[in-house]
């Protein structure tokens, strides 16, 4: 008999993604000074800021780092923040101004899907390279990926309920879902999100096996959560036994007083640093970038040794953790 799951997909998830340009025009090969701007759009303030505010952090390290050095071929990198604040038309606002006034040539970002796919046709209008560190579409990608490995398992799903991230009440959701008789339910969400739904799930009396994704691990979640979220299990990409996470992660602590990098941290500092190495080994026009990212191979970065593959994606290995007293802990399977 196949065992009964369902879900929830509510939010965004995420995982390393490229949009490579190849049209002619766009960039700031020929700036007339010494700077070369660089645009960076993610979600700097609301609830996704946690994820946020520690990955521009990365990127920032990753400039100083860099101009410490002299910069790229002699020009100080100038990167230009900006708040996409996880909403598609922020983001577009935010990519209209850095394409349009800032004259960018590659923009990284963002951080939800919303912001990346409202950036992505401005950016291939212009011809201008985006690099996005954490950006998927978990209603699409992740319910997509989770009912065929599912049923490939041999298992049934039975319902799949979705409502906009920062929803205040999920409890007709949670409701459809408990009249199906779940044993478990999956739910990739931001903390704030899984904050409400597993305290509605509680109040309810309904306390099946839950799963959560990348975006889940944060302190906030803990803290707001309380004993709602015990005994959740969610993913996270597998943090790299490496002298580069090692030192990347030293030298994050060392700026911003944390001891762990928040999730995706390390891929935003890669991205920032791919980004200043297409500009160092090219003409610095699109094309010229586009072909330095074609050809890059793999690359050893603080978030691992990885590779972009025909559609500009990485696939990395991924670890389970399971909130325990109060605690992040790896899960053993």
């Known amino acids: 008999m196949m065992k009964k799951m369902s879900k929830i997909l509510i939010g965004i998830a995420m995982i390393l993604s490229l949009f490579l340009l190849s049209a002619c025009g766009g960039g700031n090969k020929a700036s007339g000074d010494d700077t070369l701007k660089v645009g960076l759009i993610l979600a700097l ?21 860099v101009n410490a050095k002299g910069g790229v071929n002699g020009k100080r990198i100038q990167m230009i923040y900006e708040d996409g604040m996880c909403d598609g038309k922020q983001a577009a606002v935010a990519a209209q101004k850095l394409v349009h006034i800032d004259k960018v040539g590659f923009i990284i970002g963002g951080l939800c899907s919303a912001e990346t796919l409202s950036i992505a046709p401005i950016t291939e209008e212009k011809k201008v390279v985006l690099l996005s560190p954490s950006n998927d579409e978990w209603g699409v990608g992740l319910q997509g990926a989770f009912v065929a490995a599912a049923e490939k398992a041999g298992l049934e799903v039975v319902a799949v309920e979705t409502a906009e991230p920062g929803a205040a009440d999920v409890k007709t959701q949670i409701l459809k879902i408990q009249s199906a008789g779940p044993d478990a339910i999956y739910m990739p969400l931001f903390p704030g999100d899984m904050v409400i739904a597993l305290k509605q799930m509680s109040e309810l009396g309904f306390t099946p096996f839950l799963m959560g994704a990348d975006a889940t691990k944060s302190d906030d979640l803990i803290a707001a959560g309380g004993d709602a979220v015990e005994g959740l299990v969610f993913t996270m990409p597998s943090t790299p036994k490496s002298p580069a996470y090692a030192s990347f992660s030293e030298k994050y602590n060392q700026k911003y007083g944390t001891a762990e990098p928040n999730p995706y941290t390390a891929e935003s500092y890669d991205a920032a640093m791919i980004a200043f190495n297409a500009y160092k080994n090219s003409d610095g026009t699109p094309e010229g970038l586009k072909a330095y990212l074609d050809s890059m191979g793999p690359y050893d970065g603080a978030s691992g040794t990885f590779e972009f593959d025909e559609f500009g994606e990485v696939m990395k290995p991924y670890d389970f953790y399971v909130v325990k007293d109060g605690k992040f802990e790896l899960f053993e399977r």
């Open 45 to 65: 303030t609301g609830d996704v800021a946690v994820f946020g505010e520690p990955m521009r952090n990365a990127v920032q390290l990753a400039v100083e780092e």
